[in-house]
C-alpha cells in the first residue's frame, strides 16, 4: 500500500520523540522517566514501521519496549522513590554534558548544509512484503560469522549475570 | 457535481468487493474502518457473553444455578452488570499517582485491541494482513504488562504493588517459553519449495493449506508438544487460574486492580477477556489450521464442502432449538411469562440468524469466520474449565514450571522441529555426499 501524509506522521512522531526525550531526562520521578522513555522509543518503532522496515519495528517493540523497560520499571518500582528523590545528584557533569551537545549539533548542522553530497537522491524502493525474509538471509547467509560471535557475547554476559547473582553455584 | 462525488465514492467502496486481498494489503481505507468496526464490536459482544458463560458455567460445574434472576436463564446479567459499572463512583486513592493512574486502564485495553488488526477469521477477512504478524501480536499484547505494572505502581498500595511484581515476573518469564513454542511452528512454515517461511498471519494458515496439515499434527508428536507449552504459556500470559496469581483474592484482594473502581475496573476487565481471545487466536492460527475446516484431505469433494459449510447455521439453530426447548420448559406461572416469552424471542433471533447463514450466498463467506471462532470458543471454554478444576500454583511452583520445564522443553522442541524439516536435506548428504 502505498504510504498516506508521510511528512504528517514523520514530524508528529519525531516530535513525540522529542518531547518525549526532555522528559526523559527532566523528571524527577523515575517512574515517569522511564513512562517518557517509553513512548520515545514506541514513536521510534513508528518511524522504522515509515522507513519500511517492519522486522526491526517490531523487534523494537518485543525486547526495548515490552522487555527491557519491564524489567527498568520492575527494579524502579522496588526501590524507594521518596528518599532517592530527595538526595543531591552528586554526579553532575554539565561541562562534559554541554561539550558533548555542542559536539553533536555541530555533527547534525554539518550533514543538514553537506547533506546532499553523502545520501542518495532519491529514497529507496524496498519492497515490505518480505523484508523479514531479507533480514533473514541476511543474517544467516551473508553476516552469519559477525551474527554467531554476536549471540556468543550476548551467551557470555547471561553467564557472567548469572554467576554474579547466584552466591553459591 | 455532488452526484459525480457520490458515484466516485460508490465506486470506491466497490472497488475493493471483487479484491482477494484484506482491505488494509488494498488499502481501501472504507473497507479497513468497516473491519474494525465489526471486529470491535464482534470482540465486545464475545466478551459480554465470555462473561455470562463463564459465570454459568462454572456455577454448573460447582452444582449451582448461576446467574438466574436477570433476564431467562440471567442472559441480560452482563448488560446488568455493565449499566452497574457504569453508574458506580470512580476512586482514585489521594496518594496516587494520578496521570499514570488514569492512564493505566487505556494502555493496557489499547495492547488488548490493536493485536485483532492482523487476527486472520478467513483469507481475506482481517483488517490487514503484515509481514511480521505474529511479530507484531506477540509484541503488542506483551505491551499489555506495562499497563499492569503502571496500575499496580500508580495506586500506591500493598496488594496492587506486590499483585504487579508477580504478573510482570510471571508475564516476563511465560514470554520465553511462549517465544520459543511460537518459533517452532514458525519454522515449520518454511517447509515448502522455496524454502523460505512467513511471519504474516495469513501466510502461516496458507502454509498449513499447502502441506496439508495443521501444523499440531506435523512430526507427530513436535508439533503437539509446542502446542502444549503454548497452551500452558498462554494461561500464564493472560493471568488465568491456574495461574492468576497476580490476582489471588485470598492473599492480594484483587492484585493489581484492588483501588480500581467502576468504568476503570471494566476497562480492565474488558482487556483481561480480549486479551484471551487474542492469544486463543494465535493458537488456532499456529497449530489448528485458522479458518480451514476439520478433515479438508480426508472428507474432501463437493459434497462434504456442502456438508461443512452449512454447520455455521446449523449451530445457531441447534441454539435457538434449545432455547425454544427451554422455553417450553419453563414454569407456566404467570410470574415467568415475560421471560418465557423473552426466551422465546431470542430463540426467534438466533433461529434467523441461523437461517441467514444457510443462504449460499452468505454460506460461502461467512464459513471461515466460523471455523476461526469455533475454535477460538473450544479455547475459552478451556480456559473456564482451568479455572473450575485446578488449584492455584505456588509462586515458585510457577516460576519453576516455566523456567524448568517449559524452557528447556521448548528449546529442545525447537531443535528437533529443525532437524526434521531438514532432514531429507541430511539424510541427502549422508547418502549422496
Redesign the interface.
Known sequence: ??PVATPFFFYMLSGIMLIGGILVITRK?P??SA?AL?TVLLAQAAIYLMLYA??V???Q??LY???I???F??VI??VNIDRAAKERTFNSQWLVGSVAAIALGGLFVAVYIKGNNIFPEHALSVI??????KV??MLYGQYMFAFEIASLLLLVAIIGAVVMAKKRI | MGHDLMGQIVQYIQSYLSSDQTPGAAGNMFWVLVYILAVFVGLSIAVIAMNWLERKILAHMQVRLGPMRVGPHGLLQPIADAIKLLLKEDIIPAEADVAIFWMAPFMVVLAAFTVFIVVPFGPTHAVTDMNIGILFMLGVSSLSVLGIVMAGWASNSHYPLIGALRSSAQMVSYEVAMGLAVVSAIVMTSLNASGTGTLSMIGIVQAQQEQGVWFIFKFFPLGLIAFFIFAVAMVAETNRAPFDLAEAESELTAGFHTEYSGFRWSLFFLAEYSAMIAVSSIAVTLWLGGWLRPFPNLLNGSTWDLIFSLFAGVTFLFFAAMCFFNAVRMPKHPFFRIQTIGLAGFGVVLGLIGLVMLVPAVRIRVQDIFWFSAKVAAFMYLYIWYRGTFPRYRFDQLMQMGWKVLLPMGLGVLILTATAGLWPLIQHSIWHP
Not at chain 1, 128 to 133: A, F, G, R, S
Open positions: 500500500m502505498a520521578n517512574v515517569h513512562l517509553i517492519p522486522f519495528a517490531g523487534v517493540i518485543i519496549a515490552g522487555g523497560m519491564v524489567l520499571l520492575f518500582m522496588l515490505e512484503n518480505d523484508n523479514t525474509q533473514a538471509t
